[in-house]
């Protein structure tokens, strides 16, 4: 990660019903911006109602404020809410309108109808214009049974997803609301996509810029923006921009790019690789080092400095309710419940990315800062006791107290999400399927078969919405022969329609152009065996669990079901 990312997830989960006031910084609007377009808005759910997220370039000058009611005409209702900014970046100004932080302003409307659609308008506030008026539909309160579907995605940047991106625009006037598993914008890849260097796997040498895999993933012109005049760059990019500040100019293209979808539905977000990580690498001339260190910006550091202090403590996640921020949560939709938890960090004994009590020695009980590494993240919960120690975690226990509660009689399906696939082809329990070592009888034919409903899990993997990395090739060595279809070449997203108690459908939608790529029936019944069918051999079904990782392998590209 090229920078400090976890608190800036568009759409992010707010699960909170009040949060501390930020102080405010001074603001003189004197002058007005010129930089990028603004405003970034997204919607997320809370218990009973939503939160609206938008971002000004400038700060308010007060709390920010929405007007909302039932009717496009009458917004009568006004309620208020909070401000949070980086501390570290500098915020925007003339002289340096992208390496600068935006104000995140978030604003609860809990005790909303269930199944109603609301019209809100941001008012003018210090200098800025007011908005149209937009609108949200709020959730199904649980042991609602009509059907509905959702949009599911992971992995999606800007480039390789313009056709991940149409679709997804289309879907958005259908579905209920979209569920990203992680890897959201992919701006610490521009970083490593426009770096001046020889060795990595994406450089720019001086008169050519190449990236991994196939298809060829070429930079869309919108990152061939130079940067405003009169700001200096600190290597001079090859592609327009700053190398020291692409990485929030990215996010801030990326998000402003999905206005359309997440400002229409919930945009439901959890932490992949992309984001789990507080820093990975310094840039040339250790130029992070010497901004997030030593306050110099455009400048350069001897030796690259960066440790888990780096960062500013507000780059930490949010305010705890029902889990934490938009690292762990879940809620209620119909007669469904979805778990969102986070496979990155917070568990033992060695996840991903690893707070840094693990690099204690000894009896030490702190390590000194130059002791930390760039990557060590979180814990984000407590951690009380041992750091190998299973129930010692916040998250672990959080997840297991949330799917013990669970009523089954009223969201009979439960899906939970993490970024990190529990399943592969090369996992040992997946062989016993290939060899027949599985009861027989409970297969029904080549597409198929029963499992024991409420014993055992439907696994699917789902990492191809598009990104600057293109698709992570499989070496034909690997593929196992009960793979029905391997495609490494579209990029998609996934559907979920929840048909009723019983019937649930997952389908692939090709970016190319919108097709079907691949279906997968679920039937569920908690007083019976299930039963799932799909139109790829190989796959199984009962309640879903679905993950999300780099390689692109749903619907046609080798699902794995248990």
């Given at each position: 990660?090229?920078?400090?990312?976890?608190?800036?997830?568009?759409?992010?989960?707010?699960?909170?019903?009040s949060?501390?006031?930020?102080?405010?910084?001074?603001?003189?609007?004197?002058?007005?911006?010129t930089?990028?377009?603004?405003?970034?808005?997204s919607?997320?759910?809370?218990?009973?109602?939503?939160?609206?997220?938008?971002q000004?370039?400038?700060?308010?000058?007060?709390?920010?404020?929405?007007?909302?009611?039932?009717?496009?005409?009458?917004q009568?209702?006004?309620?208020?809410?909070?401000?949070?900014?980086?501390?570290?970046?500098?915020?925007?100004?003339q002289?340096?309108?992208?390496?600068?932080?935006?104000?995140?302003?978030?604003?609860?409307?809990?005790?909303?109808?269930?199944?109603?659609?609301?019209?809100?308008i941001?008012?003018?506030?210090n200098?800025?214009?007011?908005?149209?008026?937009?609108?949200f539909?709020t959730?199904?309160t649980?042991?609602d049974?009509?059907?509905?579907?959702?949009?599911?995605?992971?992995?999606?940047g800007?480039?390789?997803?313009?056709?991940?991106?149409?679709?997804?625009n289309?879907?958005?006037d259908?579905?209920?609301?979209?569920?990203h598993?992680?890897?959201?914008?992919?701006a610490?890849?521009?970083?490593?996509?426009i770096l001046?260097?020889?060795?990595?796997?994406?450089?720019?040498?001086?008169?050519?810029?190449?990236?991994?895999?196939?298809?060829?993933?070429?930079?869309?012109?919108?990152?061939?923006i130079?940067?405003?005049?009169?700001?200096?760059?600190?290597?001079?990019?090859?592609?327009?921009?700053?190398?020291?500040?692409?990485y929030?100019t990215?996010w801030?293209?990326?998000?402003?790019?999905?206005?359309?979808?997440?400002?229409?539905?919930?945009?439901?977000?959890?932490?992949?690789?992309?984001?789990?990580?507080?820093?990975?690498?310094?840039?040339?001339?250790?130029?992070?080092?010497?901004?997030?260190?030593?306050?110099?910006?455009?400048g350069?550091?001897p030796?690259?400095?960066?440790?888990?202090?780096?960062?500013?403590?507000?780059?930490?996640?949010?305010?705890?309710?029902?889990?934490?921020?938009?690292?762990?949560?879940?809620?209620?939709?119909?007669?469904?419940?979805?778990?969102?938890?986070?496979?990155e960090?917070?568990?033992?004994?060695?996840s991903?990315?690893?707070?840094?009590?693990?690099?204690?020695?000894?009896?030490?009980?702190?390590?000194?800062e130059?002791?930390?590494?760039?990557?060590?993240s979180?814990?984000?919960?407590?951690?009380?006791?041992?750091?190998?120690?299973?129930?010692?975690?916040?998250?672990?226990?959080?997840l297991?107290?949330?799917?013990?509660?669970?009523?089954?009689?009223?969201?009979?399906?439960?899906?939970?999400?993490?970024?990190?696939?529990?399943?592969?082809?090369?996992?040992?329990?997946?062989?016993p399927?290939?060899?027949?070592?599985?009861?027989?009888?409970?297969?029904?034919?080549?597409?198929?078969y029963?499992?024991?409903?409420?014993?055992?899990?439907?696994?699917?993997?789902?990492?191809?919405?598009?990104?600057?990395?293109?698709?992570?090739?499989?070496?034909?060595?690997?593929?196992?022969?009960?793979?029905?279809?391997?495609n490494?070449?579209?990029?998609?997203?996934?559907?979920?329609?929840?048909?009723?108690?019983?019937?649930?459908?997952?389908?692939?939608?090709?970016?190319?152009?919108?097709?079907?790529?691949?279906?997968l029936?679920?039937i569920?019944?908690?007083?019976?065996?299930a039963a799932?069918?799909?139109?790829?051999?190989?796959?199984s079904?009962?309640?879903?669990?679905?993950?999300?990782?780099?390689?692109?392998?749903?619907?046609p590209?080798?699902?794995?079901?248990?």
């Amino acid at each position: 990660m090229f920078a400090c990312a976890v608190a800036a997830l568009v759409g992010a989960a707010v699960l909170a019903s009040s949060a501390p006031t930020e102080e405010r910084r001074d603001v003189d609007t004197m002058y007005p911006y010129t930089g990028p377009q603004m405003p970034v808005i997204s919607l997320a759910y809370i218990p009973g109602g939503m939160t609206v997220h938008y971002q000004t370039l400038f700060g308010l000058g007060a709390n920010p404020v929405i007007h909302w009611g039932l009717s496009s005409e009458n917004q009568n209702h006004t309620t208020s809410g909070y401000t949070t900014h980086y501390d570290r970046t500098p915020t925007c100004s003339q002289a340096m309108t992208t390496m600068c932080s935006a104000y995140f302003h978030n604003v609860l409307l809990p005790g909303l109808q269930s199944a109603t659609t609301y019209y809100y308008i941001f008012p003018a506030q210090n200098g800025t214009t007011a908005s149209p008026v937009h609108s949200f539909t709020t959730s199904r309160t649980a042991g609602d049974n009509h059907e509905f579907s959702i949009a599911v995605l992971n992995d999606m940047g800007y480039t390789n997803a313009q056709g991940t991106y149409q679709y997804l625009n289309q879907a958005a006037d259908e579905v209920a609301f979209a569920w990203h598993g992680g890897d959201i914008s992919y701006a610490d890849d521009l970083f490593d996509g426009i770096l001046s260097c020889d060795s990595e796997d994406m450089c720019y040498n001086g008169s050519d810029s190449t990236l991994t895999d196939t298809p060829p993933a070429p930079f869309p012109e919108d990152y061939n923006i130079p940067l405003p005049e009169g700001e200096i760059p600190d290597q001079g990019s090859p592609r327009g921009g700053d190398e020291n500040v692409i990485y929030e100019t990215n996010w801030d293209i990326w998000q402003q790019w999905m206005n359309p979808i997440s400002m229409k539905i919930p945009y439901m977000t959890l932490p992949g690789n992309h984001e789990a990580a507080r820093t990975e690498f310094d840039g040339a001339g250790n130029i992070l080092t010497a901004y997030l260190i030593s306050n110099i910006s455009n400048g350069t550091a001897p030796k690259d400095g960066l440790t888990y202090y780096s960062c500013p403590p507000s780059q930490r996640p949010g305010d705890e309710t029902n889990g934490i921020g938009n690292f762990w949560y879940s809620f209620d939709y119909g007669n469904a419940h979805f778990v969102s938890f986070d496979g990155e960090t917070d568990y033992p004994p060695y996840s991903p990315e690893w707070p840094f009590v693990r690099d204690l020695t000894g009896n030490a009980i702190h390590p000194l800062e130059n002791q930390t590494f760039s990557t060590d993240s979180g814990p984000f919960g407590y951690i009380n006791g041992s750091w190998k120690d299973n129930s010692a975690y916040h998250q672990i226990k959080w997840l297991a107290d949330d799917l013990a509660s669970v009523n089954r009689t009223k969201t009979p399906w439960v899906f939970a999400m993490t970024h990190r696939p529990m399943y592969s082809s090369e996992c040992e329990r997946i062989w016993p399927m290939n060899n027949l070592s599985i009861v027989t009888s409970d297969i029904v034919n080549n597409h198929t078969y029963n499992t024991g409903t409420g014993k055992s899990v439907t696994y699917l993997v789902n990492g191809m919405a598009g990104n600057i990395e293109s698709h992570s090739s499989i070496n034909a060595s690997k593929i196992l022969n009960y793979t029905a279809v391997l495609n490494q070449y579209h990029f998609g997203f996934s559907k979920l329609a929840i048909h009723n108690d019983t019937v649930a459908t997952w389908k692939y939608i090709m970016g190319v152009n919108g097709s079907i790529g691949d279906t997968l029936t679920m039937i569920h019944s908690p007083q019976k065996t299930a039963a799932a069918t799909s139109s790829v051999p190989g796959l199984s079904a009962s309640a879903t669990t679905t993950t999300a990782h780099g390689a692109s392998s749903t619907g046609p590209n080798a699902p794995i079901g248990t």
